[in-house]
T-cell receptor, first 111, second 117 residues
Framework: GQQVMQIPQYQHVQEGEDFTTYCNSS?????IQWYKQRPGGHPVFLIQ???SGEVKKQKRLTFQFGEAKKNSSLHITATQTTDVGTYFC???????????WGAGTKLIIKP | EAGVTQSPTHLIKTRGQQATLRCSPI?????VYWYQQALGLGLQFLLW???????NRGNFPPRFSGRQFPNYSSELNVNALELEDSALYLC????????????????FGPGTRLTVL
């Protein structure tokens, strides 16, 4: 069935290091969304990518949508404690109304 | 603008009982989604309602059911509760999906923490 694979499951970084999470779909996506869930909170929408090869930036966050619209990534430069949380991607298969969620990548800042 | 609200915040039940969880979407949103999130895990899609109809259903047994009312609020019912049903149940709402550029962002409520003893 339709799946969106998200890796890694966890990433431990020192504050100031970079963080990247990747999402891959077996089929072409019409768009992909990214959400962040802080510990104890609920998912909050970050961004939506629609176009092939699209790159969007939000301060230290860079979001990319692959040329084939089958993969996407979120890169955070110079992580801060406020970045801690779980980052989810959610893709929509072309012609389908349903969002398919990745399993999430948990960003953990090493003490 | 008021966000998505869910009630109750916490719910404690025993095995075999029934639980009813409620969700009020953002004004103007017609779609309501239900997710189950077990502790420390990802979002498992349960149900999607739009304009009062069930649009899609996740891979959950029939004892998970729900409905959407004319005012677009929604209810999730879980019958014959099992221990593994203990989880955070999240409701989200969105504008209707029109095309791939639609801002069909899902706005989540704070969730209902269900504990089954």
């Amino acid at each position: 069935g339709q799946q969106v694979m998200q890796i890694p499951q966890y990433q431990h970084v020192q504050e100031g290091e970079d963080f990247t999470t990747y999402c891959n779909s077996s089929t072409t996506l019409s768009n992909i969304q990214w959400y962040k869930q802080r510990p104890g909170g609920h998912p909050v929408f970050l961004i939506q990518l629609v176009k092939s090869g699209e790159v969007k930036k939000q301060k230290r966050l860079t979001f990319q949508f692959g040329e084939a619209k089958k993969n996407s990534s979120l890169h955070i430069t110079a992580t801060q404690t406020t970045d801690v949380g779980t980052y989810f991607c959610a893709g929509r298969k072309a012609g389908n109304y349903q969002l398919i969620w990745g399993a999430g990548t948990k960003l953990i800042i090493k003490p | 603008e008021a966000g998505v609200t869910q009630s109750p915040t916490h719910l404690i039940k025993t095995r075999g009982q029934q639980a009813t969880l409620r969700c009020s979407p953002i004004s103007g949103h017609t779609s309501v989604y239900w997710y189950q999130q077990a502790l420390g895990l990802g979002l498992q899609f349960l149900l999607w309602y739009d304009e009062g109809e069930e649009r899609n259903r996740g891979n959950f047994p029939p004892r998970f059911s729900g409905r959407q009312f004319p005012n677009y609020s929604s209810e999730l019912n879980v019958n014959a509760l099992e221990l593994e049903d203990s989880a955070l149940y999240l409701c989200a709402s969105s504008l209707p999906f029109l095309d791939i550029t639609s801002p069909d962002t899902q706005y989540f409520g704070p969730g209902t923490r269900l504990t089954v003893l």
